[in-house]
């Protein structure tokens, strides 16, 4: 590895490097027999809930008159072509504007970012931060304040000085730190459009050195105890924060993906913890902060990894608040917490662990939610469960608890992967985003891709067939799979499935590669990731794929962001980003006339044109007639 340059490498190829498929399957294929029978397709596939209703899957959720109205009325844009420019395309009739830039100051004494020479080690706590995803909007008295995610960094870019961007000292370390995390920021719309409100009592920075408490289950577990905190409750930090949540009381969550590259091994011979390898903890890092920072360090502090993983809670309204990891919803490499209240008032959230062969969760709390009431253990106080899914449409929801597990809740919280293979969960083509349809009982869950799909097994040796929710092999495509919960209640324990959508491309394929049937020449796309769904229903989907626009993805340009009609499975494409950048993370302003999209690591000089720096950035879209986007 050491001859590798990992600098550029995508999570999901980093993963690949510490766990290399081996040269032959360990299994029979068995693609042809699932995705040929017209019985599998027929049962499964099926694009709209009206479709759902009438097919094989039983009695499942009727669709509402909001989603029931003429499928013309449900987009309210002409549907724009694929297009693999430098820049962002928006349909006819609709602006866009950068609100937020990558090294862009929070506070009014603080500079942008130099482009030679980046970010000061001093003003890295103060400043946008990099590769942004996830969001929510919060409105707080008059005031609108965004809670966004900064998932990682390039460090060629931060550290320009240095070879292949890797820290020289412990203030470079700092910088690369201050720039992830999460930013909560105020913004306001103002003459010229959306900007970042300067000054502001809300505007802060969330970052790899911030203090925060640690609650549930695993709170004072010798597992997560170190010197520094030998209590087991405080620790420092969160870490490659990707989706996100809300909370009806009104919090953020965010959620912490691939922490697995910050921590390493100055001794090349020391032997990791069993436990490590399942989630691809190794000698070698993404950073190097192990060099500069003993915390990083496992053969200094072996627990410290475990103390990430988890979803945070954040007060977005309170600057002196301490962010909450709550162990709880298990240590994963979550993607998301999509939050909804079940029938009889307990907190439901649904959560992916984005690894090809994971799984998806969710966890139900003991109390119930009561408006103003207290809120402080419904994320700590619950049942995890994990997803199985039949093969015929059926489903259900595993508990994992030291009856079912043999293990002890601190384990199921800390190990939480182990946890959901010793119970036979279903292993997913790395389950990312989970959207619950605000006008409908019915949850998907956007099914990335998994080239390993049929040719290896996870990284806890679990084998990944073909078929069921997870229909090819080396599934370089993705595919959303949508549930309906049992007796139309989100905490019960079963469920029906099916597919909303297979991606693919029918130009180039003509089986079940080419996608399903509300796939055409016109709406193709690959890699479908972040999913959020709007207040009349509809989902609108967001891409983080191959933009090489060849060979498989000829025709499919650069991701995007297209929205889908639940009821009629109709799919049409309303946003392309820049080359290079992944479409992901958006939200909407109190009054629903503006989204704000997120545009991650774009390769291109965007937003600022040529000659600039490429920069993660959050742009704010608007109807030229003001009237409602979402």
Known sequence: MADIDTSKLSWDEWDELQNPPPAETDFDRVVESAISRRGFLGGILAVGSAAAVMGTLGNLASPTS?????????????????????????????????????????????????????????????????????????VIGDHQVIAVNHEYVNNETNLPHNEKGMPKSADDVKILQNLQGVTVMEVAERENGWEIVLDSPFNRRITHLTPMKIAGPAAGSDLIKTEADPNGTDCLGTFNNCGAGKTPWGTY????????????????????????????????????????????????????????????????????????KRTALGRIKHENAAVVIARDGR???????????????????????????????????GTLYVAKFVDDGNGEWLALTPETTGMKMDEICVFTRQAASKVGATTMDRPEWVAINPVAIEAYCALTNNTNRGVKKNAGGDEMPVGGANPREKNAYGQIVRWYPENEDHAGGKFKW?????????????????????INSGNMFNSPDGMMFDSTGLLWIQTDGEDTNEGDFLGQGNNQMLAGDPATGRIERFLTGPKGGEVTGMTWSADKRTVFVGIQHPDAPFPDGEGKLPRSTVVAIKRADNALVG
């Open 66 to 138: 909001a989603q029931a109205q003429d499928a013309a009325s449900r987009f309210a844009f002409k549907p724009i072509p694929a297009f693999t420019d430098n820049t962002v395309h928006v349909p006819e009739g609709y602006t866009w504007k950068p609100l937020a830039k990558w090294g862009q100051p929070l506070f009014s004494n603080v500079p942008d970012i130099d482009p030679v020479n980046g970010v000061s080690v001093e003003n890295s706590d103060k400043v946008f931060g990099e590769n942004t995803d996830g969001m929510e909007l919060f």
């Open 253 to 324: 969550l965010t959620c912490e993906e691939n922490f697995n590259g910050y921590f390493g091994s100055t001794d090349p011979n020391f032997i990791m913890p069993d436990d490590f390898k399942r989630y691809g903890i190794a000698v070698e890092t993404r950073y190097g902060y192990e060099t500069f920072d003993p915390r990083f360090d496992v053969s200094k502090n072996p627990n410290e990894p475990r103390r990430a993983g988890y979803v945070v809670e954040i007060d977005p309204s309170d600057v002196s608040s301490s962010p909450i």
């Open 347 to 381: 907190v439901v959230v649904y959560m992916g662990d984005d690894e090809r062969g994971e799984f998806l969760y969710k966890y139900v709390s003991n109390g119930v939610y009561v408006p103003g009431g207290d809120t402080s253990k419904l994320l700590d106080e």
């Open 498 to 518: 099916d597919l909303f959508v297979m991606a693919g491309n029918p130009d180039v394929h003509k089986d079940a590669y080419a996608g399903s049937s509300n």
